[in-house]
């Protein structure tokens, strides 16, 4: 299977789901904080903030929403050649106490989310931390689970999931490509 | 990058990653927790055959603050006393496993043949040597420059040179590798630099370098606006004294080199005081000036240490380079 699996509109879907969904499950959108992990997480993170603020008018999208780069927490980074370090951003109160929603782009072996979890651990101490993505393509290496979940995509291991967001690729689309012949 | 030895043909590109990358680690030092993960299980080793306990503690704060190994050798006491040469000490060094070696050494060229000897398999990281280079110290002071004069469209100074800035390096450029290695990186950062000394304070065959000399600071102060006055310590020793005096007295060199309120004034309107420690107060810097909201020589401080983690992160972090 090769071939765009979300369009422009199934992707604002489903980021209007998992936004009712963490108001949902959180009974409201009081001490949310969106960090999103760049790249991709980072736009995803703000779209969804917005969400949030459309129907939680209370809701500051602006600033309860930030960056959370996990460059230096990263277990691979003696395997790559050197990665440049981007920025992270904190709400002005910071995230102590807060509930932590971090949003990511493609949910795959679970050490990204690894990374981030030691580095939101640097920075403060959340009540509660949950997990947004809007793609799992399976393939867990770590026992680390999504709350929220744009699509499950089941794939193999040499297939490849792009994300494509109009922010940073110019169009909103997930794109599979690869795999068996 | 392999080895950070000097700024003389380190490309703009490596400069201003080194920059971006130290703004990221600096931003970390304002955190509760300031430790990062980055560089858990390397060992850095400190190698300092001269005296210098700043740079000394900068580096191994940076160092500690990635997680590295830290391991302090000073040559005063050690076996290098006893005769050692430093092809040993290399070797020994790299059967302790040393990721990387931060050396300090009174000899020029020193961290160029620690690095390319084929003694040592990690990287070599000059913390100055002889009357050559100390990149870091330069980098610092780019960094601090950057911070202060660069943000003037309020887009930040992420990416950006030190484009347009006019940087005047005043004291003993002879001695000074300090000043040697601002020269090489402002230049490469777009800066224009003015050295400012007394003739028996500048080497000879410096026709080839890409500045502006003056033997006076109020020469240069006319000349044009200074956006960042950089004071070089004077050495006790080169001040006075039979025929080893390179000026013929200390009141003589404060009046012509020294910078008082005065002086400071006449700094283009945002102008920053810069030094690189230890400072002589009443010497080459007045207190007034040393001590006023233009002077970012604390900061300076806080800086290095953000810059050393980035070339620590740069040079250690990845992969294996050969």
């Known amino acids: ?74 277990d691979d980074l003696h395997r790559h050649p050197t990665r440049p370090i981007g920025a992270t951003t904190l709400p002005s109160a910071g995230i102590d106490d807060a509930i932590v929603v971090l949003v990511d782009d493609v949910f795959h072996t679970g050490r990204t989310i690894r990374a981030a979890l030691d580095a939101v651990k640097d920075l403060g101490r959340p009540r509660a931390v949950q997990l947004a993505v809007l793609v799992d393509r399976g393939h867990r290496e770590l026992p680390i689970r999504a709350d929220f979940v744009g699509k499950n995509l089941p794939t193999s291991r040499d297939e490849r999931v792009d994300v494509h967001l109009a922010e940073t690729d110019g169009e909103d689309a997930v794109i599979l490509t690869g795999g068996a012949k | 990058m392999k080895h950070l030895l000097g700024t003389k043909g380190m490309t703009r590109e490596d400069a201003v990653l080194i920059l971006d990358t130290a703004a990221q680690m600096a931003a970390t030092q304002d955190r509760e927790i300031r430790k990062l993960p980055t560089l858990r299980g390397k060992t850095v080793v400190n190698l300092f055959f001269e ?78 040597d002889g009357t050559h280079e100390h990149p870091t110290q330069a980098l610092l002071d780019a960094f601090t420059m950057r911070k202060h004069l660069m943000n003037t469209d309020g887009t930040g100074v992420d990416g950006k040179g030190l484009d347009g800035l006019r940087v005047a390096i005043v004291g003993d450029v002879l001695h000074s590798r300090v000043a040697r290695s601002n020269m090489h990186l402002l230049t490469t ?134």
């Not at chain 2, 102008?271 to 604390?298: F, K, T």
Request: glycine share 10%.
């Open chain 2, 51 to 128: 005296d210098s306990t700043r740079t000394r503690i900068s580096f191994e704060a940076a160092a500690k603050r990635l997680s590295a190994d830290v391991i302090n050798f000073s040559a005063k006491g050690s076996s290098v006393s006893k005769g050692e040469s430093l092809k040993d000490t290399a070797l020994t060094l790299q059967a302790m496993g040393a990721d990387a070696v931060v050396v300090r050494h009174w000899a020029s060229g020193a961290a160029y043949q620690l690095a390319h000897g084929g003694w040592l398999h990690g990287s070599v990281l000059n913390a100055g």
């Open chain 1, 1 to 74: 299977m090769t071939g765009i699996v979300l369009t422009a509109p199934d992707m604002t879907r489903a980021i209007t789901r998992i936004a009712h969904e963490i108001l949902e499950r959180n009974a409201g959108a009081e001490n949310l904080v969106l960090l999103g992990i760049p790249t991709r997480g980072l736009p995803l993170a703000v779209r969804l903030a917005a969400k949030l603020a459309e129907v939680e008018p209370s809701f500051d999208a602006t600033g309860r929403c930030g960056a959370l780069d996990i460059t230096m927490y990263r």
């Open chain 2, 189 to 322: 950062l777009g800066a224009s630099v003015a050295l400012v000394a007394p003739p028996t304070l500048l080497p000879v065959g410096m026709d080839s370098w890409p500045v502006d000399v003056f033997h006076g600071l109020d020469d240069a102060l006319d000349a044009q606006p200074i956006d960042a006055v950089m004071m070089l310590r004077v050495q006790r020793e080169r001040m006075t004294g039979g025929g080893a005096s390179f000026f013929p007295s200390p009141a003589e060199y404060t009046r012509m080199f020294g910078l008082d309120g005065q002086r400071m004034a006449r700094l283009a309107d945002n102008g920053i005081v810069m030094h690189p420690g230890p400072m002589n107060r009443g010497l080459e810097i007045s207190a007034e000036a040393a001590d006023s909201p233009r002077s970012v020589i604390v900061e300076q401080v806080a800086n290095g240490v953000a810059v050393r983690m980035a070339s620590l992160y740069l040079l250690l972090a990845g992969e294996e380079q050969s």
